[in-house]
């Protein structure tokens, strides 16, 4: 049994990874989102969704950062440079009483250097993916050609993009705004 929270820094970026492990997965995973793009009765209804069942992913961002208990959780995974004492809190909500959980944070090469500063004295083994010689998971392959394909879709129509194509663009452009500290 597993139960999995991926935070990330925005809501767009919560939505868009959501959306790829949604349709790279399709119904072998549960996959959940919580944002505040939603409405509070769904994020309560999503939020008790997660907290009953288990073998089930949940993608959020900062509405679930603080004030949220969600049992049996075994496994945080932060998206983005985070402020020590958010990653600590985040990262409890693994290994509870007594139970097991791992945390993972995934950084870009931009972001290392200054989470190694802003973690520094945590028990943290740092470990890196060269992107640029290719990357070989099934899941990233996925994900890359739902994106081809559709951003060819557009190119095709000359339409505006949509779909994955134009929330990759808000996902980056909410995600750049967060970095800048706009």
């Given amino acids: ?3 999995v929270i991926i935070f990330s820094s925005t809501a767009r970026v919560c939505g868009l990874l959501a959306e790829f492990f949604g349709r790279a997965y399709g119904k ?12 509070q ?3 309560t209804s999503t939020s008790m969704k997660f907290r009953n069942e288990s ?10 950062a603080r004030g949220v208990d969600y049992p049996d959780v075994t496994y945080v995974i932060q998206v983005g440079l985070v402020e020590k004492a ?17 945390g993972l944070i995934i950084l870009n090469d931009n972001e290392f250097k200054g989470a190694m500063r802003v973690l ?10 060269d ?28 339409k505006e993009p949509q779909g994955l194509v134009k929330a990759c663009g808000q996902a980056y452009v909410a995600w750049l705004v967060k970095a800048c500290g706009q």
């Fill in 131 to 158: 992107f640029k010689s290719g990357v070989s998971h099934p899941l990233v392959s996925r994900v890359l050609s739902m994106v081809k394909l559709e951003q060819q879709k557009t190119e095709t129509t000359g």
């Fill in 120 to 129: 520094s004295g945590l028990p943290i083994k740092p470990s890196s993916i």
């Fill in 86 to 102: 958010t990653y600590i809190h985040r990262l409890g909500r693994t290994a509870r009483i007594g139970k097991n959980g791992k």
């Fill in 41 to 43: 009765s769904k994020r």
């Fill in 28 to 39: 072998s995973r549960k996959v959940l989102q919580i944002h505040s793009r939603m409405s």
């Fill in 1 to 3: 049994n597993f139960k």
């Fill in 55 to 64: 073998n089930v992913i949940l993608f959020t961002s900062d509405v679930s």
